[in-house]
């Protein structure tokens, strides 16, 4: 069942066009990978996606439902989460905190639910009176995630979830996307670890130029010698 449908969208900055007819297709339960080089539209497609930029051809559905240019707070609703790759938590803030404060929309009794993100992530349940602004990088990036899922959310985006951290926090974050996804969350993410990603990914989009350079499988794309050499570092 498809659970992300973008069809050749459109969309940039101050009526400059960034993308230029990109298209991305998951299936529920699937994880999606976008890469590329900078300035490839990847960061721009999740915003788009997430309502954060106008689209300005093209649609974009979610569970069949068109949801092309709809407000993010309503997207929310729907069963998106977006965390951004900076400025991702509360600083002053404990742990806990941030993690309620991704439960804003609810009204019901979320307190399952911040079990389930303790079991994901058990650093934060350490941590949970500490500060958010006193973590280390792959720990805020947890607290970021664990945030965004507060709301059970049927589809989260990730923009560069692994960015500046080391191998060890970054082979950490990949394994937490792993276990998400097999709970039952679509997962697109774009990455500039683009191997890395690729390995546990079902889908893999490449960006260039803002448009859609390959599309295929994870294990396809990393076998592809093109893809490789101009994309993956040889």
């Known amino acids: ?19 230029n007819g990109v298209s991305i297709q998951i299936d529920a339960g699937d994880i999606g990978v976008i890469v590329g080089p900078n300035g490839a539209g990847k960061s721009t ?23 092309t240019n709809r407000a993010p707070e309503k997207l929310v609703k729907d069963g998106m989460a977006f965390v951004p790759q900076e400025h991702n938590v509360f600083e002053t803030l404990t742990v806990h905190e941030n993690l309620e404060m991704g ?5 019901d009794d979320f307190s399952g639910r911040l079990d389930h993100i303790y079991e994901i992530f058990p650093p934060l349940k350490e941590k949970r009176q500490q500060p958010a602004g006193e973590l280390s990088g792959g720990q ?21 979830p692994t960015a500046g951290l080391s191998p060890l926090f970054m082979g950490e974050i990949f394994d937490r996307v792993i276990a998400i996804n097999k709970s039952g969350v679509g ?10 990603a690729l390995a546990i990914a079902h889908r893999g989009f490449v960006l260039a130029a803002g448009r859609n350079r390959f599309t295929d499988t994870g ?16």
């Open 1 to 19: 069942m498809t659970l992300l449908s973008v069809d050749a969208i459109h969309a940039g900055y101050g009526g400059m066009n960034i993308l």
């Open 45 to 67: 497609a999740l915003k788009a996606i997430f309502g954060l930029l106008t689209v300005s051809e093209g649609t974009i559905h979610l569970n069949a439902d068109n949801i």
């Open 103 to 107: 439960a804003f929309t609810r009204r």
């Open 140 to 160: 805020r990036q947890m607290v970021a995630i664990g945030r965004a899922l507060m709301v059970d959310p049927k589809l989260l985006l990730l923009d560069e």
């Open 187 to 196: 997962i697109l993410m774009v990455e500039q670890n683009a191997k890395q």
């Open 219 to 234: 294990r396809n794309l990393l076998g592809n010698p093109e893809v490789a050499k101009s994309f993956l570092g040889g």
